[in-house]
């Protein structure tokens, strides 16, 4: 091993001046739990919904439903360019009113009784309105949900007056990642796994720790985030953001393809990739992503991944190659629903190609390990067998979520966490 990737390992969690004991896992499995992080979570923190890629010209919408609190949401891109979001519901008898996830429109009819609307929310049109009574069409317009953007990703707040704005939600980690490059935002493939049984906390969580990656990835990617100078995939750094976290993972820095592995050697060829996750492996510094003071802070040479996951429910994944994203949405107290989108350039010839298929299929391949997992140990932590949980150094990102939840759920302001 060469001396200059020998790195001393940090102790994390206490550093941030977290918790060492066991934590509970009454949130993980009461139904009593979730009802209280639907209202004091998910009904108060902002969310992010995506990218301002998905709305790429004037006129673009895109539609979605938060399920965890029953909103149904349409967001829209003037002509102006603004974007904007709204209650999915016609004001006539609330009816849902556009049914495509995507499409551009600069206005809508809804199909029951053609009332129209601007993509601005306003009220364009009634039917035979003068047999409404006192009908006012300024004051009939869709409902409007809180919407801002940073860095390009969109969010929204589901409060009808938000306690704090976006910049105050994200705070010293939405400063740490300001200007953060996200290479080939505009083209993605999407993993969706709809409902598993599994709690959103648990799920998210077997995304979040490197602890794991030996064992449970022996098949993939073990071998490429341990080595005999890390044979338990310690991170690289960690840090506490407010309600928001990032983790520094390593990378295996020795790594080269097994010599059965055929499909893999063929595809990255002589291209060091070994603690690479980013689509973009021929430019191991796609959009600059290394010279960015957040990503692998320590500048370690060894980085496999920086893990950013801006509380309650999105994580994005940066590597060397490029970046992919993941959101949670909890559907009960033990189902969620999650999906995957990763970012991949458009290749410059075959082999680029070739190798960004072998990279998809290997993502594939990780989702599958993972969720092969979760549903045994939703189960298992609902037999009742055991009350408390027990967390090591690596998984800090685990201890800080759930102090957070609990300080969401307690809390009875928003600005009362965030202070």
Request: aromatic share 10%; charged share 20%.
């Amino acid at each position: 091993m060469n001396d200059a990737l020998k790195i001393e390992l940090p102790q994390i969690t206490k550093a941030n001046g977290l918790g060492t004991g066991p934590i509970p896992i009454e949130p993980y499995i009461s139904p009593e739990w979730y009802e209280r992080e639907k209202k004091q979570i998910f009904g108060r923190a902002w969310l992010c919904m995506g990218r301002v890629e998905q709305l790429p010209e004037a006129n673009s919408f895109i539609t979605t439903e938060v399920e965890v609190c029953g909103v149904l949401v349409l967001i829209t891109r003037n002509k102006a360019d603004k974007i904007s979001a709204f209650h999915n519901v016609c004001s006539h008898r609330s009816n849902m009113l556009v049914l495509e996830p995507a499409g551009t429109a600069s206005k809508f009819a809804c199909r029951y009784h053609n009332w129209s609307y601007r993509n601005d929310g306003s009220c364009l049109g009634v039917p035979d309105r003068e047999n409404f009574f006192d009908l006012d069409l300024k004051e009939r317009g869709l409902t409007p949900i809180a919407c801002d953007v940073w860095e390009g990703w969109i969010f929204i707040n589901l409060q009808p007056e938000p306690e704090v704005s976006l910049k105050e939600f994200l705070g010293s980690f939405g400063e740490a990642f300001r200007d953060a490059p996200f290479p080939a935002a505009e083209q993605f493939f999407t993993i969706d796994v709809g409902n598993m049984r599994a709690n959103w906390k648990v799920t998210i969580d077997a995304f979040a720790e490197p602890y794991h990656v030996p064992v449970l990835h022996t098949a993939t990617v073990g071998a490429t985030f341990a080595n005999k100078l890390n044979p338990f995939s310690r991170p690289l750094s960690g840090n506490a953001r407010g309600s928001h976290r990032t983790l520094t993972t390593f990378g295996n820095p020795d790594y080269t393809p097994p010599e059965d592995a055929l499909v893999e050697r063929l595809a990255y060829g002589n291209v060091d990739t070994g603690n690479v996750l980013g689509s973009d492996v021929n430019s191991l510094d796609a959009g600059g992503l290394q010279n960015h003071p957040a990503i692998n802070p320590n500048r370690a040479p060894s980085w496999a991944t920086e893990i950013a996951w801006m509380f309650p429910n999105f994580i994005i994944f940066f590597s060397p190659g490029g970046f992919f994203s993941i959101e949670f949405w909890p559907t009960s107290v033990n189902t969620t629903r999650w999906m995957a989108k990763v970012h991949i350039p458009v290749a410059q010839d075959v082999r680029q190609r070739f190798q960004q298929e072998h990279h998809n299929c290997r993502m594939g391949e990780i989702f599958l390990e993972d969720v092969s997992n979760l549903e045994c140990q939703q189960k298992a932590m609902e037999s009742g067998a055991k009350k408390e949980i027990i967390l090591q150094d690596s998984e800090f990102l685990l201890r800080h979520s759930i102090e957070t939840v609990m300080k969401w759920v307690e809390a009875a302001t928003v600005r009362e966490v965030l202070k």
